[in-house]
C-alpha cells in the first residue's frame, strides 16, 4: 500500500461521490462519512466551523443504499493517507505496543 499525496488524490472529486451527493441532496463530505459509518468505520471529522460540525452531525438523517455503498466502495486505489510521521514527534526510543 503506497502512501498517497492528499494534494492528487482527492475523493470529492470522483464523479460517483459528486453524483450520490446530488441524489441524497448532501456534500460529498457528507456522503463519505455516510459510507464509513455504515461499512463499520469509527469517524472522528474535525473541524472548527459551526456550519460543518452541523453539516457532519446531519449524516444520520439519510443512508446509502447497499449498491450505493458497493459503487463507494470500487473507488478503493490501496493508498494510505495515514502517515504517523507526518504527524508525531520521533520518540526516538522503542515503545511496545502490546504486552
Known amino acids: 500500500m503506497g ?3 492528499p494534494q492528487k488524490h482527492v475523493a470529492f472529486n470522483e464523479p460517483i461521490i ?3 451527493a446530488e ?5 460529498e463530505a457528507q ?3 455516510r459510507w464509513l459509518l455504515q461499512t463499520g468505520c469509527v469517524v472522528i471529522p474535525k473541524s472548527s466551523t459551526f456550519s460543518r ?3 457532519n452531525m446531519d449524516t444520520y438523517n ?3 443504499d447497499q449498491e450505493d455503498i458497493s459503487m463507494i466502495a470500487s473507488l478503493d486505489k490501496g493508498l494510505c493517507f495515514n502517515n504517523p510521521a507526518v504527524f508525531m514527534p520521533p520518540l526516538n526510543a522503542f515503545v511496545p505496543l502490546m504486552d
Open 3 to 5: 502512501l498517497a499525496d
Open 53 to 55: 460540525l452541523q453539516e
Open 23 to 27: 441524489k441524497y441532496k448532501k456534500s
Open 62 to 64: 439519510f443512508e446509502l
Open 31 to 33: 456522503v463519505m462519512l
Open 18 to 20: 459528486k453524483s450520490l
